[in-house]
């Protein structure tokens, strides 16, 4: 074997076991890499932590969904695919049992057991997936803690997909962009090869609006600052019982539901 192809492979494994990333990556490391940003507007909405509140008490049926789903995917450019091995979500519809495996009970309430979800990146405050991209493609705002993604950086490694616990991610297999029913323009498309997810509608809230499923959902999703004692969601928490998932693994999602 030559040297050159046994120090490539060294590599690799290292870089497979996490432990060469640096060094393969010098040019995106933490010290060097400067974290993308979103040109905001006179009107933007800011906070100091994005969180959401969705009720589920007034959903019903999975056709009670649909709205916010098709906002959000026709606003970012989600592609629809026949075959569901390629499916890209960035909201949709899961069962309880699904959404919260850690809070199962032999007598869950029937209308809990049947209710359909609605589940989306949770914007955690810790999140684990920006710990393992190598490129710092994933990366947490630090002025409002949106979890966000640089598609240009991403080099579809799916660390992040691997290390997400909640399925948030989707990888485009195939190029995205003949599935796109309706292109929206202020949106960027993606490419094959890239990961994809919710972005709590960052570019919407640089203009001054709310995201797209919190528009679509007609009261039913409170979206605001949760570090701030007199926003809609702190009240909401107040006033309420709240759930989130997965809470027992330390991520601390910033999306709660009231059951």
């Known amino acids: 074997m030559k040297p050159s192809r046994r120090g490539f492979l060294k590599l690799a494994g290292l870089f497979a076991l996490g432990l060469g990333t640096k060094p393969v990556l010098g040019a995106f490391t933490k010290e060097t890499a400067s974290e993308p940003f979103t040109v905001q507007s006179e009107d933007a909405l800011t906070a100091?932590?994005?969180?959401?509140?969705?009720?589920?008490?007034?959903?019903?049926?999975?056709?009670?969904?649909?709205?916010?789903?098709e906002a959000c995917h026709t606003a970012h450019n989600v592609p629809k695919f026949e075959n569901s091995r390629h499916e890209i979500k960035w909201i949709w519809e899961e069962a309880y049992e699904n959404a919260f495996p850690m809070k199962q009970t032999k007598y869950l309430n029937e209308r809990v057991e049947s209710l359909p979800f609605l589940v989306l990146c949770n914007h955690c405050e810790n999140p684990p997936c920006c710990r393992v991209c190598p490129t710092k493609a994933t990366f947490k705002r630090q002025s409002d803690g949106i979890v966000l993604m640089d598609f240009h950086r991403c080099i579809g490694c799916r660390f992040c997909m691997a290390a997400c616990p909640f399925g948030a991610r989707s990888f485009n297999f195939r190029d995205?962009?003949?599935?796109?029913?309706t292109i929206n323009p202020e949106f960027?498309?993606?490419?094959?090869?890239?990961?994809?997810?919710?972005?709590?509608?960052?570019?919407?809230?640089?203009?001054?609006?709310?995201p797209a499923c919190v528009e679509a959902s007609d009261g039913a999703i409170v979206f605001g600052d949760l570090e701030d004692p007199g926003s809609e969601v702190r009240r909401l928490l107040r006033d309420h019982y709240t759930i989130r998932r997965k809470q027992s693994l330390g991520t601390e999602p910033s999306v709660f539901y009231i059951v």
């Open 48 to 69: 100091r932590h994005w969180a959401m509140v969705i009720d589920t008490r007034k959903f019903n049926s999975p056709e009670d969904l649909q709205p916010m789903i």
């Open 176 to 181: 995205p962009r003949p599935f796109i029913e």
């Open 188 to 210: 960027p498309t993606r490419m094959r090869g890239v990961v994809e997810k919710c972005n709590f509608c960052a570019e919407r809230l640089a203009e001054g609006k709310m």
